[in-house]
């Protein structure tokens, strides 16, 4: 089967600019995920939807993050305006269902961002 | 609350040794747990995991884990260290709500020496 794919893998921007990440999840995964990865650190959880709603926003930073999964397929994750500590890579997963606690999650390669 | 401890940032072992890597795990529910290797550049990728049943679980590249329930931990462990082993190493634990989803520890750093 064909794993997450994200693009673009490296982004260099500066601070106070956009940026928009994209994850396409393995294929009949109903539940997909967005994860923050600082340097030296486990990834933390940003969104995580079943389809296309959202269950658990609830460490996104409301006011600088965006991210959408409208026809529960593909997602986009949006940061405008970027600061310097969302430098980190951003890791896209998904998996079968998230209500099976037993359901492992498959990941993408991630996105290194760097905020200058 | 659901939590993982990751003990030692940094472990160093050689070529043919024992790997042990170090994890402990708060949970208010039977845990389901699991470890995951991640590569230079790469995502995270499932070695093994804990849900119910046996206690030993065996996972991919000759790591297994057993869960202690007394102890509260999920220690990960591999024979004989190779050098593509090399690796961060994250523990995880799901965290049972209507919401369930993935906390991860803060993962460890795996070196082998020649």
């Known amino acids: 089967e064909a794993g997450v794919a994200q693009s673009p893998r490296y982004k260099i921007i500066e601070k106070r600019q956009s940026v928009a990440f994209w994850c396409n999840p393995i294929?009949?995964?109903?539940?997909l995920y967005w994860y923050q990865q600082i340097l030296g650190q486990g990834p933390k959880l940003l969104i995580q939807?079943?389809?296309?709603?959202?269950?658990?926003d609830s460490q996104l930073p409301k006011d600088r993050f965006s991210a959408e999964r409208l026809k529960g397929v593909d997602s986009t994750l949006k940061i405008q305006p970027a600061k310097l500590e969302d430098s980190a890579v951003y890791l896209c997963?998904?998996?079968?269902?998230?209500?099976?606690?037993?359901?492992?999650?498959?990941f993408g390669n991630g996105t290194r961002l760097t905020v200058t | 609350a659901q939590s993982v401890t990751q003990l030692g940032s940094h472990v160093s072992v050689s070529e043919g040794a024992l790997v042990l890597l170090r994890c402990n795990y708060s949970?208010?529910?039977?845990?389901?747990l699991f470890w995951y290797v991640q590569y230079p550049n790469q995502g995270l990728q499932l070695l093994l995991k804990?849900?119910?049943?046996?206690?030993l679980v065996k996972g991919i590249n000759g790591f297994e884990a057993e869960f202690k329930k007394s102890e509260t931990s999920f220690h990960l462990t591999k024979p004989s260290a190779h050098m593509s082993d090399a690796a961060e190493y994250f523990c995880?634990?799901?965290?049972?709500?209507?919401?369930?989803?993935?906390?991860f520890g803060s993962g460890t750093r795996l070196s082998i020496r020649p």
């Open positions: 997963a998904s998996s079968f269902n998230y209500r099976d606690r037993s359901s492992p999650l498959h």
């Open positions: 949970s208010s529910v039977p845990p389901y």
């Open positions: 294929s009949g995964h109903a539940t």
């Open positions: 804990y849900t119910t049943g046996a206690t």
């Open positions: 995880a634990v799901s965290k049972y709500s209507s919401a369930s989803k993935i906390i």
């Open positions: 939807f079943q389809n296309n709603g959202v269950v658990d």
